[in-house]
């Protein structure tokens, strides 16, 4: 089984190139499944219901997210409906949404990491042995580990070695180059990056940025709207009778 994880969405020029490029991956690598983050696919920060709904057209299964799905309030009711779209699981109970979802014999569970994060969600080693818990048979499970601190993404990584397909870290937008399937079968990276514009920070126009760190005054961030785009993805080789990764490797492209 064949399992594209994309990396967090960044604004319109991420939607497009999601759109242009995500076709001809899916025929060439013949993927089975398309996991994609989208918390900051409406406007570089948040989801709404239509950019939700692009997602999808474009050809993704399921949109994971993290600290920046609350941002607009219109996808609360969509985080309750049907959609496969699923919020950390480790908020606390209450909060709309569902962290785990089951898709046609695979899991996805969605966690936030608690270091160097906003908020106080709760502790998301002992949610993914719940949600385990609960999944009971369910042998291909991919977690999308949405964490600021890589020794935390490197933690739940390893403590989930052999009861999870794969351990996959975003927030970040920064691509790591730590594709690895751990002793027990478990496949890794730190981060998986982004689809967003090149020539940012984090896909926010770069002087904004700036602005902040010297003055250390809050600073209004723009998305950059403008190619070249990057598409970071990484493909995880799973076999389905045993749940257990059989390779991992980055799939990275750019859009001129």
């Given amino acids: 089984m ?43 920060k948040g989801l709404t219901p239509s950019t939700a709904d692009e997602l999808f057209e474009s050809g993704v299964e399921i949109i994971t997210s993290g600290n920046h799905i609350w941002h607009y309030r219109e996808i609360y009711a969509y985080l309750d409906g049907e959609a496969p779209l699923l919020r950390p699981l480790n908020y606390p109970q ?47 499970i991919i977690v999308d580990m949405h964490a600021e601190a890589t020794s935390e993404k490197a933690a739940i990584a390893w403590y989930l070695d052999g009861r999870v397909s794969a351990v996959i870290g975003s927030h970040t937008h920064i691509p790591t180059a730590d594709t690895r399937i751990l002793p027990r079968g478990t496949a890794f990276v730190t981060d ?39 598409f970071n993805s990484v493909l995880v080789e799973v076999d389905p009778e045993t749940g257990k990764a059989t390779g991992i490797q980055r799939i990275d492209s750019e859009v001129a």
Avoid: Y
């Fill in 192 to 230: 998986v990056g982004m689809v967003g514009p090149r020539d940012s920070i984090l896909g926010m126009e770069t002087q904004a940025v700036i602005e902040t760190f010297l003055s250390q005054l809050p600073t209004r961030f723009t998305t950059v709207e403008r190619d070249p785009t990057v």
């Fill in 94 to 140: 209450g909060a709309p949404g569902r962290g785990v979802l089951a898709w046609d014999g695979v899991a996805v569970i969605n966690l936030i990491g608690r270091t160097f994060m906003p908020g106080t969600p709760d502790c998301p080693f002992r949610a993914a042995d719940e949600a385990l818990a609960q999944l009971g048979d369910c042998r291909v």
């Fill in 2 to 44: 064949n399992i594209l994880v994309i990396g967090d969405v960044v604004g319109k020029v991420g939607r497009r190139a999601l759109a242009c490029l995500l076709p001809e991956i899916r025929r060439s690598h013949n993927i089975d499944l398309v996991i994609a983050n989208g918390e900051n696919a409406a406007g570089g």
